[in-house]
C-alpha cells in the first residue's frame, strides 16, 4: 500500500511547470506516512503524478511514478495486485517486463485488455493511469474499497485525485471546508455515502469503479457488484466445506506474497483465529501475531487470544490500551481518518499498526469481512427475527427471541416492552429495501437531536437514509431478506468505516499494509452461493464456518459467543484522565465557533457523561465522540498546517 497524488493541467502550459511542481510536491509529501520509503513526483505535458511509496514488493525496481517508454502510459498504484504472478505469465508474449513489480503488470494489462483489466485483478488497489496518446487520466478502485481514492473537479474542466483528502489541501487545490450533507449521512450511517465525503469540494471514488476524464469530462462506470441474489449452491455441506478449504487456501496463499514479512493481527474472534491458523501453516510455523489487550476488563480479549496463539505456536505480542492512551490517540484517529465517527474503537488500532511498524512488520493479514460475507453479525440475526416477528406483530412471544440475542436484558414488563419499541420499528413493512438497518440508523440517528438549530435547518432536506438507499440496485430490492442486509451492510459499515476509518486509515496512519483475505473475489463469491441455512443457523452465526475451523482453532473460541469489538469512549474523553485537547474543543465557546452542534446540549451531556457513577448509555456515548472527532475534524482540516518544508524538498522531481 502507498499514497498517491496528482493532478492534469493545460497542455502545453508553458508558464506553469514551477507552480505544477511544487503543488505536486506537497501533495506527495503531505501522505509521507503512507509511503516513507521514497516520494517521488513526475511532470508530463498535462498531467502531474506523485507516489510515496511502501515498498513490499520488488524492492529495488517497482518505483513509481512508473511508464512505459513506447506509448508514454504512465501509471502511479496504491495496494497489491496479487495475482501478479499469474497475469504476468499471461502477458509475457505480449509486453516485455523490466521489473518483477505487480505496477508493470498494470501498464502490461492496460495495453492489452484496456481499462477491463481490472476485472481480471484479484486485490486492493487505486491507480491513476495517464494515456498521453488520447490525453485521459483512467483511475479505479478495488472492488470493495480497501484503497481510497478522492478527486476535485479543478477550474477549466481539470481533474486532481490524491489517496487522502488532505494533499488536495496541501497542494491548494481545494480549499478546505466541512461538507454538512456529508456530516449529517455520517452521524446516521458512519459514512458519507460515496461519493460524498466530509469536505466540500471532494468526492471519492466509490468502491468497485473506473473513471475516465477526457476533455474536462469525467465519468464513472461500475465494473462488479456484490451479488448475493444467486441460486444457492445444492451441494451438500461436505462438498461445500472442502470448497471453502480451497477458496480460503488461496486466498491466504495469495496475500502471504511478499518480499518483506507477513504478520497477523489477532482479536480472539474466530475469524482472525482462523486466518492465522492458515497462515502459520502455509509459513511453516513462522507466523508473528499482534494483539490489543484493555486494561479494562469489559473490552479485554488477552484470554482468547493466549489460547490460539500458544495452540497455533504463533510469536506473540500484545500492546495494551487504557482509557488515557485512548483520549491520546484520538486527534491523531481523526487526522488520518479525515471524517467524523462514532466510536473510538479504531484508537487502538493506530497505537497497534505504529507498534508493529516498529517491530520492523510492514504487512499483516486481518479478519475483516468474514460477518459480512458468513452472516456473523447480531444485526443478521435481529433481521431474521424481526422478519419473523412481522407476520404477527401483535404477538407477546415473537420479540422476546431477541433475549436469545442479549441475554442481559431484563425480563420485566417495561423492558419487555422497550425491547418492543426499539425493534419494533418498521414492521410493517418487512419487505422494504432497507428494513435490517432500520433499528441501527434509527440509534445513531438520535445524535442528530444535538446539531445546532442553524446547522440542522441548513440540511434539513437531507434524508441519509434515503441517501444510500437511492445508491442501490433495483435488483436487490428483489432478493431474500438476509441477502438485502449483507449487501446494505457491505455497501455502507464495511466500505464506509470498516475498511477506510478503521481500516486503510490506522494502518497507513503507521505505514502498515493490511490484506483481508475474507474479501478475495473468491472467497466473496463462494459465499455468496452458500445457503444461509448453512452460514446462519437458526440464530448460529457463520455455522459453515465454524464447522471448517474445527480443529484449527481452540475449542474455546468456536464454543464463545460472539463479541464486539469496542473501546472506552466516556472515560477516555471527559473522565479524569481526559486529554487537554478535550477539554478545549468540547468546552461551549469552541462547539459554538464549529457550529455544526448545540453548544447547550453538548455541555449537558459532557456533565452527564462526567458524573461520578452515571449511567452511560451507547446512544450518548455514540453522541460524544460523534461531536468531539467533529470537532477535531475543523480543528485538523478548516486551517491545516502548511506541510514541512524538509518533507517537500525530499520528494524527488523526476523528468519525463
Not at 471532494?202 to 441474489?229: C, I, N
Not at 513462522?286 to 484493555?294: A, I, P
Not at 459465499?527 to 464447522?547: I, N, T
Request: proline share 6%; hydrophobic share 45%.
Amino acid at each position: 500500500m502507498c499514497g498517491i497524488a496528482g493532478f492534469t493541467f493545460p497542455a502545453g502550459d508553458a508558464a506553469g511547470p514551477a507552480l505544477h511542481a511544487d503543488r505536486l510536491r506537497r501533495m506527495t509529501a503531505s501522505i509521507k506516512h503512507r509511503g516513507p520509503d521514497a516520494q517521488r513526483a513526475l511532470l508530463l505535458d498535462g498531467a502531474a503524478l506523485g507516489h510515496a511509496r511502501l515498498s513490499i514488493v520488488d524492492l529495488a525496481s517497482g518505483h513509481q511514478p512508473m511508464r512505459d517508454e513506447a506509448t508514454g502510459l504512465t501509471v502511479v498504484f496504491n495496494g497489491e495486485i496479487f495475482n501478479h504472478v499469474e497475469l504476468r505469465e499471461q502477458l509475457s508474449g505480449a509486453y516485455a517486463f523490466r521489473t518483477r513489480s505487480d505496477t508493470e503488470v498494470i501498464l502490461a494489462a492496460f495495453l492489452t485488455w484496456g481499462i477491463d483489466c481490472v476485472r481480471r485483478f484479484e486485490g486492493q488497489w487505486a491507480f491513476a493511469l495517464w494515456d498521453p496518446r488520447d490525453r485521459t487520466l483512467w483511475m479505479s478502485r478495488d472492488r470493495v474499497g480497501i484503497c481510497p481514492l478522492f478527486y476535485a473537479h479543478l477550474p477549466g474542466g481539470h481533474l486532481a485525485f490524491a489517496s487522502e483528502a488532505k494533499a488536495l489541501f496541501a497542494g491548494g487545490l481545494v480549499t478546505p471546508a466541512l461538507d454538512a450533507r456529508g456530516l449529517k449521512q455520517t452521524f446516521q450511517l458512519w459514512a458519507p455515502v460515496a461519493p460524498r465525503t466530509s469536505f466540500e469540494g471532494v468526492s471519492l471514488l466509490p468502491p468497485a469503479h473506473v473513471a475516465k476524464w477526457r476533455d474536462g469530462a469525467l465519468t464513472l462506470q461500475r465494473y462488479w457488484d456484490l451479488d448475493f441474489g444467486v441460486t444457492p449452491d445444492a451441494a451438500e455441506e461436505p462438498r461445500l466445506l472442502e470448497e471453502l478449504g480451497a477458496v480460503l487456501d488461496r486466498a491466504v496463499r495469495l496475500r502471504l506474497r511478499a518480499d518483506v514479512p507477513v504478520a497477523a493481527y489477532l482479536s480472539g474472534g474466530l475469524d482472525s483465529s482462523l486466518l492465522c491458523s492458515l497462515a502459520q501453516e502455509q509459513l511453516g510455523g513462522t507466523l508473528r501475531t499482534f494483539s490489543v489487550g484493555f486494561a479494562h476488563a469489559r473490552f479485554d480479549e488477552r484470554t482468547h487470544q493466549a489460547a490460539v496463539a500458544e495452540q497455533l505456536r504463533t510469536e506473540h505480542r500484545v500492546v495494551e490500551m487504557r482509557d488515557g492512551d485512548i483520549g491520546a490517540l484520538v486527534p491523531g484517529v481523526i487526522f488520518h481518518a479525515e471524517q467524523a465517527m462514532m466510536r473510538s474503537a479504531p484508537a487502538p488500532f493506530l497505537r497497534l499498526s505504529g507498534w508493529v511498524r516498529d517491530q520492523g512488520i510492514k504487512v499483516v493479514l486481518t479478519g475483516e469481512g468474514s460477518d459480512e460475507m458468513f452472516l456473523g453479525y447480531d444485526l443478521f440475526k435481529e433481521t431474521k427475527v424481526r422478519q419473523f416477528w412481522a407476520r404477527q406483530p401483535a404477538s407477546k412471544y415473537r420479540p422476546l427471541l431477541l433475549r436469545r440475542l442479549y441475554p442481559t436484558l431484563s425480563v420485566s414488563q417495561q423492558s419487555v416492552e422497550l425491547l418492543r419499541e426499539f425493534f419494533g420499528t418498521g414492521l410493517e413493512t418487512p419487505d422494504a429495501l432497507g428494513f435490517s438497518h432500520l433499528v441501527r440508523w434509527g440509534n445513531s440517528g438520535r445524535i442528530l437531536r444535538f446539531l445546532a438549530p442553524e446547522f440542522a435547518a441548513k440540511v434539513a432536506d437531507e434524508d441519509p437514509v434515503a441517501s444510500v438507499l437511492a445508491t442501490v440496485p433495483e435488483a436487490v430490492a428483489k432478493w431474500r431478506p438476509l441477502a438485502r442486509a449483507q449487501y446494505l451492510e457491505a455497501r455502507t459499515l464495511l466500505s464506509g468505516y470498516l475498511l477506510s476509518a478503521q481500516g486503510d486509515r490506522m494502518l497507513l496512519g503507521n505505514a502498515v499494509e493490511g490484506r483481508f483475505p475474507f474479501l478475495d473475489t473468491g472467497v466473496m463469491e463462494f459465499a455468496a452461493r452458500v445457503p444461509e441455512r448453512l452460514r446462519l443457523r437458526g440464530l448460529d452465526e457463520k455455522h459453515l464456518l465454524k464447522r471448517f475451523s474445527k480443529g484449527r482453532v481452540p475449542a474455546s473460541i468456536l464454543e464463545r459467543s460472539k463479541f464486539p469489538y469496542r473501546a472506552p469512549i466516556a472515560g477516555a474523553l471527559v473522565g479524569p484522565d481526559a486529554p487537554a485537547w478535550a477539554r478545549e474543543l468540547l468546552a461551549p465557546e469552541a462547539v459554538s465557533a464549529t457550529g455544526v452542534f448545540d453548544a447547550r446540549k453538548v455541555e449537558r451531556l459532557v456533565a452527564k457523561l462526567r458524573a461520578p457513577n452515571s449511567a452511560e448509555s451507547e446512544a450518548d456515548t455514540m453522541a460524544l465522540f460523534a461531536v468531539a472527532s467533529t470537532q477535531l475534524l475543523a480543528h485538523h482540516f478548516l486551517k491545516p498546517k502548511p506541510v514541512p518544508q524538509a518533507d517537500v524538498d525530499a520528494v524527488r522531481l523526476e523528468a519525463a
